[in-house]
């Protein structure tokens, strides 16, 4: 089965996860949903039957949770957030009842020194052997103590073709000129849209000051009249529509929409850009710490992993999976940039005296 295959399988996820809603495997998209019955009886591990996860939009298989209820009695639960600023706010004022949530790597850290994760019990977790070693030994998680890599990625620029005079090889579309006003989306993370205005003027991701996070945020105000919209991770989604014609977004959300629209493509800017990988963590209070684990070794198992990434299509660490997966998975260079353009990019670490200083000035930037 090739890519153009695997994606009209999976087309319109967002619509049928919200189509599924609570009634087949407890999703919703606010608090915790209700389980469906059936879920009281106790495990072999003295657990109830039951786990809830905090997951993003369209970021699971589509059989997925009901597979794992097959195979091991555990009804799943799934609220879904819309980023990393929303799961961190979830978790201030303590676990409100999840298992599994899947941070980026920055908020891993961010999490782990807030004391927000428990650490993981490598013993229960025999599949991570599927995991391509150079994902094992990471720095925002030394060890993997507090985490497993579920997926990786890079922002760049989507577009479509057709409305651009040439295609875009730089920041400089999105964040500083007026070529396309109106017809362009931004992020409404605020860490990363200040590290990437950081790329756009030459500087690392991770040596942004406060003193270049006053000069991006005049640049910001400036550009501000040209943007369309502050999406939720759904640039892609507004492309399908028509409503931009540029956006800042992640490959695997454009690698999606590219087959249901020809006329779309994606780039990474030739200043570079951020990589993320997001991961599987147990929250600290988890009342299902060992199904909790159960659910991190089944998500990594290698054909449960392959189905997960046949839907999404998110380039995936998972070596035993990757290995099942078509070729024309592994060869896309939407999914998998070339190691050229990868070498210009770079991880995010998290910043704890800059964090607040980003949510601030881009709450400004937004008012403005």
């Known amino acids: 089965m090739d890519l153009n295959e695997l994606l009209a399988q999976g087309r319109n996820r967002r619509s049928l996860l919200q189509a599924m809603g609570v009634a087949a495997i407890g999703i919703s998209f606010g608090g915790l949903a209700a389980c469906s019955k059936g879920s009281d009886k106790k495990l072999a591990n003295g657990e109830e039957a039951k786990l809830n996860f905090y997951n ?8 997925t949770l009901d597979d794992f209820k097959a195979s091991t009695g555990v009804d799943v639960t799934m609220d879904l957030f819309d980023s990393n600023d ?10 409100p009842g999840y298992d599994v949530i899947v941070p980026s790597n920055d908020f891993v850290e961010r999490m782990a020194r807030a004391d927000m994760l428990m650490p993981l019990d490598h013993a229960q977790i025999p599949n991570m052997k599927n995991i391509d070693p150079s994902f094992l ?4 998680d030394p060890g993997r103590k507090f985490s497993m890599p579920y997926t990786w990625l890079v ?3 989507g577009y479509r073709k057709s409305k651009v005079k040439t295609a875009p090889d730089s920041w ?6 007026d070529e396309y006003k109106g017809r362009m989306a931004w992020l409404s993370e605020a860490g990363d849209m200040f590290r990437l ?7 690392s991701v991770n040596s942004l000051t406060p003193e270049d996070i006053q000069t991006i945020s005049a640049m910001m105000i400036k550009q ?3 943007v369309k919209k502050f999406h939720e991770d759904d640039g892609q989604d507004l492309l399908l529509k028509g ?4 956006v800042l977004e992640y490959n695997g959300d454009i690698a999606q929409a590219m087959t249901e629209d020809p006329d779309l493509d994606f780039v990474v800017p030739k200043e570079g850009s951020q990589l993320n990988s997001d991961t599987l963590c147990i929250p600290k209070g988890a009342p299902h710490p060992k199904n909790a684990h159960a659910f991190i070794n089944y998500m990594l198992d290698a054909e449960v992993d392959k189905k997960i990434t046949e839907t999404i299509l998110y380039p995936t660490p998972n070596a035993a999976a990757k290995a099942l997966m078509p070729d024309s998975y592994k060869n896309n260079p939407v999914i998998f940039p070339p190691a050229d353009v990868l070498a210009k990019c770079e991880y995010a670490k998290f910043n704890e005296k800059l964090q607040p200083l980003y949510e601030e000035a881009f709450t400004k930037v937004r008012a403005s």
């Open 243 to 246: 409503d931009v014609d540029v």
């Open 155 to 157: 922002l760049g620029i």
């Open 224 to 226: 501000k009249p040209y």
């Open 137 to 140: 030994n990471v720095d925002y």
């Open 172 to 177: 400089k579309v999105l964040f500083d000129s």
């Open 86 to 95: 929303t799961l961190f706010a979830k978790f201030k004022a303590g676990n």
């Open 197 to 203: 205005y950081g790329k756009y003027l030459g500087k």
């Open 56 to 63: 993003w939009d369209t970021y699971i298989g589509e059989t």
